[in-house]
């Protein structure tokens, strides 16, 4: 954005000067548009009350009371790159900050930094464990880690040398002299539909209503805050930057704090700055902070960002001061209210694509920790709708603010969130479900920007991922990540036994890739992006896989089910996963044309490759190849289902599927928040509605906290993600070449109800009302043309196809699939 003459002008006033915008003359008469104007107003025009926008009904997450604790109670806003958490305190409000990329650890770390390869060659030390799993058949895992691993757990960094942790920037502090102690008609808030947070009371001895607004900016790069009262000259408060990073320089001048360094482990340098404008009293600066007192009104804007950079081998890009000093001064230029404005557009055009009814109704005056506390899941209850249906929202509405285009980094085990320098599992990226899990949502529910970090990542692993291959697989071509990584291309290993390899997670990291084009149908995208990273996975696992002496089958060996159990030969998810890296390998191949000869020798080897499907001794899928399943195992992880959830391996309907329910009622449903939430979406998968929707309550009622973040414990925000997925999963599926609408609808709401806006394989968006758990119309719009497979047990016979731009065709239904010719960019209306 290039500032206007006079914006520029305005600006450089406010901060050569320091001054404030004027109050309003007493005659109210206007000056000249100064830059943001607290209001959107000129600032010589009389103040008004500026409370929050009135919330959209359903879309509110609210309390009566300040929040005291950071995971529990404080409300996340986001920008992508920046993460807010807001207090809401009434003498003191603490915004807790983020910037994603302030990460220790990487190249420059005093621990040093080696992408967790060995340190020196291994002759030999795989094809040995290779060995004696085939004499033994299985290997215990404190012994392969001891062979295989890099022996280093427990260092400063928590997992290996240089290894590293998402850190906590600091938090904006606004001091408020004067609070009252008893505030009367307290609220804080967050509204999902504008991404706005705020919180509003009434000092009840000077009658004086106090309001502030906060919201994360994607387009704007900051964050930023209004504080108003409707009386004049009551708004007084002090502001600080208090930097969670040891050795910070912090200076303030002209309403503007600077806090700037660089971390003590790898030198990475970062810096965050604020600009604070005030409309009317004074404003002065002193020690490194901001006193306002007695104006009007007032807004700042905060900006941070560091010189990380998503490049192999530095990870370095440009210092940030330029970037951030831009940011602040740009959006400072601008009036509030145009800032806001644009703020809100930006994120409504994610959030609103989706719209989902499912019989809910908000009970009017119930904060949302109470409507948690009194949730049990009653069939008959619109209140308990309506929180199912805000938590939906909400697994949007935080995928929107933890990652959007051009974003440095994908959402990782806190999304943007955390207020510690050594947070749980570093809130690095796990490949083994989590950070798949935190993109469940993104194609499903319409939100397929906010992936393209996720596949920057994946990207950016390859380079490292080529070497790693190398030491330690010796494998001439491919690229290769195991169970762990970082933002410094981490593709090694640690040495902890359970967790420490899974060298297949590559195939499931470009499983999101290839379901981006099944979505979208983006033939520039599959092959210029998707399609690069699968072959060379691909190539990788040609070169690697282990004929298993027991029936000459190609297995992954060592083998790894996580996390628990011994090593083996062929796991299930090993062999599930590398089964869909190869055979959707094959399917880009034959639809872009290319690499026949490899498309061919793919072929071959799925013809030899152990699938991972075997129905064992008590009816279950096993987990092993060998039949060594307890049935009163109750693990968090149900890896052996990979191949119904999120693979396509498995049909419902056949015996596998079968079997695979009889492997998830044996784990029965607890677990993790993240566990549940996968659960949600198998059990929709296997088209039971109602054990999906109790798996839904048990989230709510045991895995969810005050302000609706999913817990472990402690809090991981994949669950909220992958509950999000799983509700539109029982509302629509398309992995076997179908739209299949409400393949899994619960009876607590087939009574009416509708959604618009999900989105299904073959480029297809949909929307379905419906009566009594049948369909009484469905809507499907076409973004790439091509034929839409409707699949309902209701549709039988003829079946009229109304076109959204006028007349009608009628098709002929067969064993519940109505097929449906379509053009790009058209509306079919389906009525059963």
């Known amino acids: 954005m290039t500032l206007s003459r006079r914006q520029a002008l305005a600006l450089s006033t406010v901060l050569a000067t320091g001054a404030v915008l004027p109050a309003a003359s007493p005659a109210g008469a206007a000056t000249a548009p100064t830059a943001l104007a607290p209001t959107g107003r000129a600032p010589g025009a009389a103040a008004a009350p500026s409370g929050p926008v009135p919330p959209a009904e359903g879309h509110t997450l609210w309390y009566d009371k300040p929040a005291t604790h950071w995971e529990r109670e404080a409300l996340p806003l986001g920008s992508g790159d920046l993460g807010v958490k807001v207090f809401g305190g009434v003498a003191t409000e603490q915004l807790q900050l983020n910037e994603k990329s302030l990460w220790t650890g990487g190249p420059g770390s005093k621990e040093g930094y080696d992408h967790g390869d060995w340190p020196a060659p291994r002759p030999g030390a795989l094809d040995e464990v290779r060995r004696i799993i085939d004499e033994k058949g299985s290997m215990d895992p404190d012994e392969v880690s001891r062979r295989l691993g890099n022996p280093t757990y427990g260092t400063p960094a928590g997992i290996v040398p240089g290894f590293g942790n998402y850190q906590n920037f600091g938090s904006l502090v606004l001091d408020l002299p004067g609070a009252p102690a008893s505030p009367v008609a307290y609220r804080r808030h967050l509204d999902l539909n504008n991404a706005l947070a705020g919180v509003s009371y009434r000092d009840a001895t000077t009658g004086t209503t106090y309001t502030r607004e906060y919201f994360a900016s994607h387009p704007g790069r900051v964050v930023a805050g209004r504080l108003t009262a409707d009386r004049p000259g009551q708004v007084t408060f002090t502001l600080r930057i208090d930097s969670a990073q040891s050795g910070a320089s912090t200076a303030a001048e002209n309403g503007r704090i600077t806090v700037a360094g660089a971390l003590a482990d790898n030198g990475l340098r970062y810096e965050g700055q604020v600009q604070v404008v005030a409309q009317g009293g004074t404003r002065t600066e002193s020690g490194g902070r901001i006193t306002v007192t007695g104006a009007d009104s007032a807004v700042f804007v905060f900006s941070a960002g560091t010189d990380y950079a998503d490049r192999h081998p530095t990870y370095r890009g440009t210092d940030p001061h330029d970037r951030v000093t831009s940011a602040v001064t740009r959006a400072a230029a601008q009036p509030y209210e145009g800032l806001r404005a644009a703020h809100i557009a930006d994120h409504r055009r994610l959030y609103d694509r989706v719209r989902l009814d499912i019989g809910q109704r908000m009970p009017a005056d119930v904060p949302t920790d109470q409507l948690l506390a009194g949730y049990r899941a009653d069939p008959q209850s619109p209140a308990d709708r309506a929180l199912e249906a805000l938590f939906f929202r909400y697994g949007r509405y935080l995928l929107i603010a933890s990652s959007r285009p051009g974003s440095l980094l994908p959402a990782n085990l806190q999304g943007v969130w955390n207020n510690s320098n050594t947070p749980p599992w570093n809130a690095d990226y796990h490949t083994n479900i989590n950070i798949q899990m935190n993109y469940w949502p993104a194609e499903i529910t319409n939100l397929a920007e906010t992936a393209g970090p996720y596949h920057d990542l994946v990207d950016a692993l390859r380079p490292p991922g080529r070497k790693t291959a190398r030491e330690m697989f010796g494998a001439p071509e491919g690229w290769v990540v195991h169970q762990n990584t970082n933002p410094f291309g981490y593709t090694g290993v640690h040495d902890?036994?359970?967790?420490?390899?899974?060298?297949?997670?590559?195939?499931?990291?470009?499983?999101?890739?290839?379901?981006?084009?099944?979505?979208?149908?983006?033939?520039?995208?599959?092959?210029?992006?998707?399609?690069?990273?699968?072959?060379?996975?691909?190539?990788?696992?040609?070169?690697?896989?282990?004929?298993?002496?027991?029936?000459?089958?190609?297995?992954?060996?060592?083998?790894?089910?996580?996390?628990?159990?011994?090593?083996?030969?062929?796991?299930?998810?090993?062999?599930?996963?590398?089964?869909?890296?190869?055979?959707?390998?094959?399917?880009?191949?034959?639809?872009?044309?290319?690499?026949?000869?490899?498309?061919?020798?793919?072929?071959?080897?799925?013809?030899?490759?152990?699938?991972?499907?075997?129905?064992?001794?008590?009816?279950?899928?096993?987990?092993?190849?060998?039949?060594?399943?307890?049935?009163?195992?109750?693990?968090?992880?149900?890896?052996?289902?990979?191949?119904?959830?999120?693979?396509?391996?498995?049909?419902?309907?056949?015996?596998?599927?079968?079997?695979?329910?009889?492997?998830?009622?044996?784990?029965?449903?607890?677990?993790?928040?993240?566990?549940?939430?996968?659960?949600?979406?198998?059990?929709?998968?296997?088209?039971d509605g109602d054990h999906a929707a109790r798996m839904l309550g048990e989230q709510l009622k045991s895995s969810t906290l005050p302000n609706l973040w999913d817990t472990h414990p402690p809090f991981q925000i994949d669950g909220n993600f992958g509950a999000t997925a799983g509700i539109a999963e029982m509302l629509l599926q398309g992995r076997h070449g179908t739209v299949h609408v409400l393949p899994a609808l619960p009876s607590a709401w087939a009574a009416k109800g509708s959604y618009d806006g999900l989105r299904a394989r073959g480029g297809f968006t949909v929307g379905v009302d419906w009566q009594e758990g049948r369909p009484v119309e469905i809507r499907i719009t076409s973004t790439a043309g091509g034929t839409a497979k409707v699949r309902h047990p209701a549709l039988a016979g003829r079946v009229r196809v109304v076109r959204a731009g006028g007349g009608s065709t009628t098709y002929t239904a067969k064993d519940g699939v109505l097929g449906v010719p379509t053009r790009a960019g058209e509306t079919y209306r389906i009525r059963p």
Do not use: C
């Not at 290319?594 to 071959?604: C, F, G, N, Q, T």
């Not at 013809?607 to 075997?614: I, Q």
């Not at 968090?636 to 191949?643: C, I, T």
């Open 496 to 687: 902890w036994s359970t967790s420490f390899w899974m060298p297949e997670a590559n195939g499931w990291l470009v499983q999101q890739m290839y379901e981006h084009y099944l979505f979208g149908r983006d033939r520039a995208y599959l092959r210029t992006r998707a399609y690069p990273a699968m072959k060379e996975a691909a190539r990788f696992w040609l070169a690697n896989l282990h004929t298993d002496p027991r029936d000459a089958t190609l297995v992954v060996s060592p083998s790894y089910s996580p996390e628990q159990g011994e090593f083996t030969a062929g796991a299930s998810i090993s062999q599930q996963i590398v089964f869909d890296l190869l055979t959707n390998t094959v399917e880009a191949s034959e639809v872009l044309g290319v690499d026949r000869e490899l498309r061919e020798k793919i072929k071959a080897t799925l013809t030899k490759l152990d699938p991972g499907l075997r129905i064992g001794r008590w009816g279950q899928l096993q987990e092993w190849k060998a039949d060594v399943d307890d049935p009163a195992n109750t693990h968090r992880h149900v890896s052996h289902l990979f191949a119904l959830h999120p693979g396509r391996q498995i049909e419902p309907g056949t015996e596998f599927a079968a079997a695979a329910e009889v492997s998830l009622a044996a784990r029965g449903d607890g677990g993790t928040g993240w566990s549940k939430a996968w659960k949600i979406n198998f059990w929709a998968l296997l088209g």
